[in-house]
């Protein structure tokens, strides 16, 4: 059962505009949240984090949103680059566990 | 400051064969985690050491793997006997703090 999920397996935006990349997830025992990005052959890089006690957080051009009560959060870029193109993934876990759960990842690709 | 390191980088085997990973964390990260990504779906958690201890192996597949990290510095995931859903992505990642692992580029395992 995947607590995890990036339902758009891939999502292509020209360069310079907005790109949304949507998570949910089903265990309401997270508070902790990252986002992962990946270029192929390399491992996942960290990209950024929201404590379940925000509901915002931004960082350059990137910000991730959360809304507990639907157990989603979303990461915006803008604007978009082509060198963010990659495999984004979002992740989970509880602050008391060291386990961190996975989604299956969504392939941006930005369009120069 | 050098990244997480991991050898080999692929390993093809045949079913019934072992085959030792290696992966090397940053110095000074007393959090060590194995990942597994299997055909381009999520990563999924293997286990977890600090220092030399397991912390967490819950997401160990079988008895078929073995997980060791003497004197707390490097890891080893040793899978014996081999079988063809082994084959993966294994990545490693330490971290000092819980949940913000530095991975490492991945061993592209084939079972064939």
């Known amino acids: 059962d995947q607590q995890v999920k990036q339902n758009s397996p891939s999502l292509s935006v020209q360069e310079g505009r907005i790109s949304i990349l949507n998570c949910d997830y089903t265990?309401?025992?997270?508070?902790?949240f990252l986002w992962y990005k990946k270029y192929p052959a390399e491992g996942p890089t960290f990209l950024i984090s929201?404590?379940?006690?925000?509901d915002k957080n931004e960082d350059g051009r990137f910000t991730v949103f959360l809304n507990k009560s639907a157990k989603h959060l979303s990461l915006h870029i803008v604007p978009s680059q082509p060198g963010d193109s990659a495999v984004y993934f979002c992740?989970?876990?509880?602050?008391?566990?060291?386990?961190?759960?996975f989604g299956p990842g969504t392939s941006l690709s930005v369009i120069p | 400051e050098a990244g997480v390191t991991q050898f080999p980088s692929h390993s093809v085997i045949e079913k019934g064969q072992t085959v030792t990973l290696r992966c090397d964390p940053i110095?000074?990260?007393?959090?060590l985690y194995w990942y597994r990504r299997v055909m381009g779906k999520e990563i999924k958690f293997l286990l977890h050491f600090v220092k030399e201890s397991k912390q967490d192996e819950s997401g160990m597949p079988n008895n078929r793997f073995l997980a060791e990290r003497t004197g707390g510095t490097y890891s080893t995931l040793k899978v014996q006997p081999a079988e063809l859903e082994d084959s993966g992505v294994y990545f490693c990642?330490?971290?000092?703090?819980f949940g913000r692992g530095f991975f490492g580029p991945g061993t592209r395992l084939t079972v064939l």
């Open positions: 110095s000074g990260h007393d959090n």
């Open positions: 990642a330490s971290s000092q703090e």
């Open positions: 929201i404590s379940s006690i925000k």
């Open positions: 265990n309401s025992m997270f508070d902790y």
């Open positions: 992740a989970a876990k509880e602050t008391s566990y060291d386990k961190v759960i």
